[in-house]
């Protein structure tokens, strides 16, 4: 079995007296898209910044590569990248300006030819000289997984990286994570609130709920476990239940 | 340091400047509008001089200078607020991009700015007044120099600040420079200030630098006690304030600032 490139331990975030992540621990292994499922407010969002060093856990490790991500921050980082719904592009350059930027951020060499390539697989074309600002949110979303692809990661965070696209688009962006997966052992941490997608796309799912792991396992695991024939009755069930012994914010 | 990540934060601004409008305003414009009305001023009190000589070359003089700290200021929290605005922050610290690096990045947009909004102020001033503000001679380079890190000194400040507490004290990239200027003796000789004031002006940089223009202009000597001082504070701020913001940043990244900034 691969070995983990990402190892999360006790991962705890506390905002005063809320806690938004509560001794998390998970690994992710080279090629496994792993799903972070969970209702809004579940620290989904906050464990991938943590990932992403744009957090400072209040106590737990981050791994990846083998390192420490509080020590080997730059290291780490130019092997990351993520892609998110809720993050914008500077607004005032083309969509190929912003890449270009993004590419000399990450060191890349043979720019353009990379841009290219990237631009035809998510069919970008058409607006690859539009300024940013007059991008659709669907175009803007096409950007941002543009972005996050361009510089070729081995370990990638897509935060509801389908959510604002059309269903031909969504398809063909996750039809790209599973091919650029299969040809080049790319690792996925995978969030989104369509299940269908979820089911699709993970090799496994965690369940997160106020911070905490509530369930974990392949989607027809964890559909057995709790007795339901599809992933969104068991969001449902889980989000609906309070699990014991947790503390409200 | 890595220069390919510095170069890609100037090239991002470069095009910024390159499609706006507004912006290339704030360098030509605004500068040329303010030294103009100063200047029409300064030669309407001509007409009433009395014993102070070298009147123009003061108030003309100082102006230009003073652009040099304010531009420079401006370079480093404008170029900050330009990434919370486009909501960009986040793309930029989940890069491997440092702060040191970023920092850097801002200092030369500064220098840059400072560069243009000079050409066109020491132009102007030429057009306008026949004032010509290199008969400052050689010392122009030094007194040049030490705003410019004055100006990152309070641009640092001002981009921490505006980092830890957001949109709310954002219209300090603005007016921080302001909040220095009475002290910074930019028009007026030091001496004019109380004593107790006099002693907190002596800890400001720039005021060093004032002085030390008008000793050139009065008395043709180099001040280079002034220019002592001033290189001394400078090298002294700067330190304890990029230090200041590398805790200002971790600080922010323990809260979970960073993500929110400008929200």
Redesign the interface.
Same mark, same amino acid.
């Given at each position: 079995m691969a070995e983990p490139i990402v190892q999360v331990r006790n991962l705890t975030k506390r905002f005063g007296d809320f806690t938004a992540v509560d001794g998390v621990s998970f690994d992710i292994r080279q090629g496994e898209i792993l799903g972070l499922l969970g209702p809004n407010g579940a620290g989904k969002t906050t464990t991938i910044q943590m990932l992403l060093g744009l957090i400072t856990p209040t106590a737990g490790e981050i791994r990846m590569f083998g390192l420490p991500v509080n020590r080997h921050r730059e290291e780490i980082l130019g092997q990351v990248n993520f892609s998110s719904t809720y993050v914008s592009m500077p607004q005032a350059l083309t969509v190929e300006e912003n890449l270009r930027i993004v590419a000399r951020l990450y060191g890349m060499d043979r720019v353009t030819a990379r841009i290219d390539d990237i631009i035809k697989r998510l069919e970008m074309e058409e607006f690859r000289t539009k300024i940013t600002r007059k991008l659709s949110s669907g175009q803007m979303t096409r950007l941002s997984l543009a972005k996050a692809f361009l510089t070729e990661p081995k370990v990638l965070f897509l935060d509801e990286p389908t959510a604002s696209l059309d269903p031909d688009i969504a398809d063909k962006a996750r039809a790209l994570i599973k091919e650029i997966r299969r040809s080049t052992g790319l690792t996925v941490l995978y969030t989104s609130h369509n299940m269908r997608e979820m089911e699709e796309m993970s090799d496994r799912i965690i369940f997160l709920q106020r911070g905490r792991i509530v369930a974990e396992g392949t989607a027809e695991a964890i559909k057995a476990v709790y007795g339901e024939a599809d992933l969104e009755d068991v969001f449902l069930k889980l989000a609906r239940t309070a699990p014991p012994g947790l503390r409200h914010p | 340091m &890595?220069l390919?990540?510095i170069?890609? %934060?100037l /090239?991002?601004h470069l095009?910024?400047y390159k *499609? =706006?409008f507004p912006r290339v305003l704030e360098i030509i414009y605004w500068p040329f509008v303010d030294l103009v009305i100063w200047g029409f001023i300064t030669l309407y009190l001509v007409q009433f001089k009395g014993a102070l000589p070298n009147f123009v070359l003061f108030f003309l003089g100082a102006l230009i200078l003073w652009d040099v700290l304010f531009r420079a200021q401006q370079g480093i929290t404008i170029s900050f607020l330009?990434e919370i605005? =486009? *909501? @960009?922050l986040? @793309? %930029?610290?989940?890069?491997? %991009? /440092?702060t040191g690096e970023f920092l850097a990045a801002t200092m030369i947009l500064s220098v840059s700015k400072v560069l243009a909004v000079s050409c066109v102020t020491v132009l102007a001033a030429f057009a306008f007044y026949s004032f010509n503000v290199f008969v400052l001679g050689l010392s122009l380079i030094p007194f040049v120099l030490n705003l410019i890190v004055a100006g990152w000194c309070v641009g640092v400040l001002t981009t921490g600040l505006i980092m830890r507490y957001g949109q709310e004290v954002e219209v300090l990239a603005w007016g921080m420079v302001f909040l220095f200027q009475p002290i910074s003796c930019v028009f007026y000789p030091m001496s004019v200030l109380p004593d107790w004031l006099q002693a907190i002006a002596r800890l400001n940089p720039a005021a060093h630098v004032f002085e030390g223009m008008r000793a050139v202009i009065t008395a043709g000597a180099f001040p280079v006690h002034e220019l002592a001082w001033a290189v001394g504070l400078n090298a002294f701020y700067l330190t304890v304030l990029v230090f200041w913001f590398h805790m200002m940043f971790?600080a922010c &990244?323990? &809260?979970?600032l960073?993500?929110r900034v400008g929200e």
């Open positions: - | &890595k390919h990540r170069a890609a %934060l /090239t991002r095009y910024l *499609r =706006s330009e605005w =486009s *909501r @960009n986040m @793309n %930029l610290f989940a890069s491997p %991009l /440092t971790a &990244k323990d &809260k979970g960073l993500v």
